[in-house]
């Protein structure tokens, strides 16, 4: 400290300050929400210490200044503890067993409210999901009239959660599959317009139990002025609630698939970063195929520009992920993600 100027001081004291809150990072995922509320909300700017970190190894290095070091020490270990924020391999693997692929998409109610200045967001969609041809669909945020019309007819077989339609004021969930569906239900998420549904789908011998999930949204539009606007203690004690509620909705997918034998995989929008103790609680054991096959920043979502992935595809240690995609179609506020999985040998 004493080798630096009276400016380089303050900027190693805003460094310390930082590699605190970093620090703190590792923590959360591993610490129950209702045990640290207020910390659990670190989680959330996780990418954002990335980049401010990086800033700061690259700023002392071009000081030449050992001060580096400490940033250096602390992205090494968030890569060990936390795992990749960014990947660099994503190369496919060759199977003999059958495979089969599954597409998660939060659609944004196909535009209906128009918050996309594109025509005929709805039609880009199904042409979108035609070309890609998952076998198995998970749509978040459905549109209703997806009920009574005939679209998507490709798929065989459909469960559009209805009950929590227009008159409940809920949002609505949808799994397609051109396997046949042979138990289908939800799972209630108390004083929330948020919700789970779950269906077990015979593929060959097996059943798969298939999650599609909601998670309490922060409803932060990505726009700066939203956040200048918003006054910070406002802002944080939101974001403290909506972490609490979102981990009141994990116990409870993560009671449901406690309770089932079936081979589970969880896809959907988790509203909340891989760094979340809402994400530990979920995940378990599963295997995330973008950590698995992804590459790249794995962005299903923006915020102010950075990207951000907070849209899952999650599957029990009995399959194999043969491959992940990140699609850069631009029909909602989200990113659809696919994955191709194969069931391994019993």
């Keep these: 400290m004493k080798n630096l100027s009276f400016l380089g001081k303050i900027i190693f004291f805003v460094n310390t300050v930082f590699a605190l809150v970093t620090i703190i990072s590792f923590v959360v995922p591993y610490v129950p929400v209702t045990s640290l509320p207020a910390l659990s909300t670190v989680s959330l700017i996780v990418p954002f210490l990335v980049y401010i970190n990086l800033g700061f190894v690259f700023y002392w290095s071009l000081r030449k200044k050992v001060h580096f070091l400490l940033s250096m020490a602390l992205l090494i270990l968030w890569y060990i503890i936390l795992g990749p924020f960014y990947q660099f391999s994503g190369a496919s693997e060759e199977t003999e067993n059958g495979t089969f692929s599954i597409m998660s998409f939060n659609s944004r109610r196909f535009n209906e409210h128009r918050q996309l200045d594109i025509e005929r967001v709805d039609s880009l969609i199904l042409d979108f999901i035609k070309v890609e041809n998952p076998d198995i669909l ?3 945020e459905c549109y209703y009239e997806m ?3 005939n679209a998507l007819s490709q798929y065989k077989y459909k469960y559009i959660d209805h009950v929590y339609g227009l008159p409940a004021k809920k949002v609505i969930q949808a799994v397609y599959s051109k396997y046949p569906i042979i138990t289908r239900d939800s799972i209630s998420f108390p004083k929330s317009a948020n919700s789970a549904i779950y269906v077990d789908i015979l593929y060959n011998k097996d059943t798969l139990r298939i999650y599609n999930i909601h998670l309490q949204s922060f409803h932060i539009i990505p726009e700066i002025n939203t956040i200048k606007n918003e006054e910070s203690s406002k802002l944080f004690a939101k974001s403290r609630k909506v972490m609490l509620k979102q981990y009141e909705q994990a116990k409870l997918i993560r009671k449901s ?13 988790f509203n909340n970063t891989q760094f979340s103790n809402i994400y530990q609680t979920i995940k378990g054991n599963l295997n995330d195929s973008f950590l698995e096959k992804g590459k790249g920043f794995g962005r299903t979502y923006n915020l102010l520009g950075f990207p951000l992935r907070i849209d899952y595809i999650l599957s029990a240690p009995s399959f194999k992920v043969i491959s992940h995609e990140n699609f850069n179609e631009k029909l909602s506020d989200h990113y659809p993600v696919m994955a191709t999985l194969s069931l391994k040998s019993d």
């Design 257 to 269: 698939m406690d309770e089932t034998e079936h081979k589970k995989i969880v896809v959907g929008d």
């Design 147 to 149: 009920k009574r019309n």
């Design 138 to 140: 998970c749509i978040q």
